[in-house]
Every structure is written in C-alpha cells, then in structure tokens.
C-alpha cells in the first residue's frame, strides 16, 4: 500500500497546484482538529499529525498558530465535518471527506458536479463497506533503528502492516489506533513526515487511460470546492 499512499498524496497535491489552494485547506484540518480535542498539540494526537502534514508543505508558523486560535475564542470558526457518498463514471465511487460552516452549500456544490458529469450523490454511509480506514504514517527510514525492531515495538500499538523502500517507511493501522501508533513512534523518538486518516479501497478497480483522464477532472472539480478536505476513490 505504501506506494499507492503516496502516489495518491502526489496527484492530490499536483491538483491543488500551489500554495493558495493548499494552505487554506491544511489549514481547516489544523482548526478541526485543534476544535475537537484540545489546542494544545502536546495533548492532541490529531492536531499534532495535522501540524506535521501542514510543515511538510511549507506552511509558515503564522499560518498554522491562526489556523490553531481559529479553533477557539471569538474568532472560532464552526466546522461541522461531515462525509458524503457519491456514484461516478466507469464503476468509481467517491468518498468525500468535508469540513464546512455551510452544510447546505456544500452538498448543493457537491451534487451539481456529480449531476453535471452523469453521477449521483448517494445516502451518506452507504458505501462505508466499500473502503477500509487506515492510520497511515510516512517516515524517512531511520539510520539508526532496525527496522524489524521497529516493527515488533509497534505491534502493541496497533501496526497492522509496516512496508519500506529505499528511503521511505510506510505505517499502516486501524483507524481506531492512530493515536496509539502516533504515541509509539513518538515515544520510540521516530519523526513523522505524514500523518493522516486514509479510506483505502477494499475491491479496487482498473480503469483505462481515457477513462482515468474523465475520472480525474471530475475529481479536480471536487477537490477546488474550499469545503472539501479528502476524495477517496475506489480506484487502484
């Protein structure tokens, strides 16, 4: 899974082009999490990944201190998170994963681009057997720890899958285990460079090149809505 995890976060970030597009969005996932546990990174598993993610690409201390004081005091923003279902070309299914102050705009923007391309928003949950969710951390490969040592002190935790390349190590685990497995590798003093709740399809399909090519802009629309923080598909 571990090349597919990245291939994935690459197109996704190749989508969303530059900094306009990307920092608002790290950003709301630094508000919501920071709103539903605690502000405080060093108590907040949650927050602490979602800060991580938003260093990896860059984002200014600035940025990520307002995202965090967004969360709470007069200026709190109330984001409601909510998942929708959705029926698309070619056999692909969607899972879109929101975070809005506006319910109503949101799926009325989601619904129209599902309808303009021949798709359909379907009953939210409906497709939950279609995916599994996993805690997934991206790690450089540590120098100075063995790797099966690794694996064997993150068995307590909830590792469930451990896949490595030459310079990346892939951390795979019940969704329920994120903040387990973010502690362990903490504690076993490993840097995180990602860290994130992913829903990996458990029947992928192949498509071909021109399909990919219809299925991918329908995607882009998706991900230029603000609202929206994560499109899942069942692609392979």
């Known amino acids: 899974m571990g090349r597919a995890f990245e291939y994935r976060k690459a197109a996704k970030m190749k989508r969303w082009g530059n900094m306009s597009r990307i920092f608002p969005k790290l950003g709301r996932a ?67 994963e929101c975070a809005t102050d506006n319910p109503t705009r949101t799926i009325a923007n989601i619904r129209a681009i599902f309808t303009k391309a ?42 469930e899958e451990m896949v490595a390349d030459e310079d990346t190590v892939y951390i795979y ?9 973010s502690a362990a590798l903490e504690e076993l003093k490993i840097d995180v460079k990602k860290a994130a709740l992913e829903r990996i399809p458990t029947s992928p399909i192949d498509v071909t ?21 994560a499109v899942y598909t069942n692609l392979a």
């Open 118 to 159: 021949g798709g359909q928003i379907v009953p939210s949950g409906s497709l939950d057997f279609m995916f599994s969710r996993k805690s997934v951390f991206e790690l450089e490969k540590p120098s100075s720890v063995d790797l099966e040592e690794l694996e064997l002190g993150l068995i307590d935790a909830g590792l």
């Open 209 to 229: 090149d021109e399909q990919m090519s219809e299925i991918e802009k329908i995607i882009e629309k998706i991900e230029d809505d603000d609202d929206v923080q």
């Open 30 to 96: 630094i508000t919501v999490a920071a709103k539903e546990g605690v502000p405080d990174p060093a108590m907040n598993a949650k927050l602490r990944a979602a800060i991580a993610n938003a260093k990896s690409e860059g984002m200014p201390k600035d940025n990520i201190d307002a995202a965090i004081k967004r969360a709470s005091g007069r200026d709190a923003v109330d984001y409601t998170e909510i998942v929708y279902d959705g029926k698309g070309a070619h056999g692909t299914l969607f899972m879109i």
């Open 173 to 181: 685990g019940d969704y329920t285990n994120f903040g387990s497995l």
